[in-house]
């Protein structure tokens, strides 16, 4: 009898979380999103399906939340995690914008691209091979400098710009920290 109830629960609660992760996808009113690539991003592939604010990403964004008020003039790259399977865009990215722009912090969240590719739990490892995928690090590396280019317009100081991760995009935050000389 409690079957049928779960899977009814389970199948409300996975559509609710689609519809808040695709409404999180779209930034409000007042914040600036960028596609970070002119045209077709180095290293493009096929995604395995439709893109949407957090999945099979292959068009990656910034958006960028400046503060309302006091204004620092430092700003933080935010590069939310999710396995480069996916992105936990709201936890991980929207929320900790608002938290940054209500200390007076600009913050611009990324949207990277994410290959969706499966992790083997077999050979711990992903069919890449890769720890950072490249199109991921690529896409770091150009918002980086993207931001430095429109510090002015965006009231930010281009010596004040530091980098937050969460768990993948603690990776790319660990690359582009350590290896910023070797550009993709």
Same mark, same amino acid.
């Given at each position: 009898?409690?079957?049928?109830?779960l899977v009814i629960f389970v199948l409300v609660f996975a559509c609710a979380y689609a519809q808040?992760?695709?409404a999180a996808s779209q930034p409000l009113p007042g914040h600036v999103q960028v596609s970070i690539w002119p045209s077709t991003p180095p290293d493009a592939q096929p995604a395995p399906g439709p893109q949407t604010g957090w999945t099979?990403?292959?068009r990656p964004t910034m958006t960028v939340y400046s503060p309302e008020g006091m204004n620092t003039r430092a700003a933080v790259v935010v590069f /939310?995690?999710?396995?480069?399977e996916g992105?936990?865009?709201n936890a991980e990215g929207t929320e900790v914008c608002d938290w940054l722009t209500a200390?007076?912090?600009t913050c611009v969240l990324l949207s990277y691209r994410v290959p969706s590719l499966p992790y083997d739990w077999h050979c711990k490892c992903r069919p890449d091979n890769l720890a950072t995928p490249t199109p991921a690090l690529e896409d770091a590396q150009r918002t980086m400098g993207l931001v430095r280019y429109h510090a002015d317009q965006w009231h930010v100081d /281009?010596?004040?710009?530091g980098v937050l991760g969460f768990s993948a995009g603690g990776y790319l935050v660990a690359e582009i920290s350590t290896r910023y000389e070797h550009r993709l």
């Open positions: 009898m409690h079957k049928p109830i808040t992760q695709s099979n990403i292959v /939310p995690g999710g396995g480069f992105l936990a865009i200390k007076g912090i /281009p010596h004040k710009i």
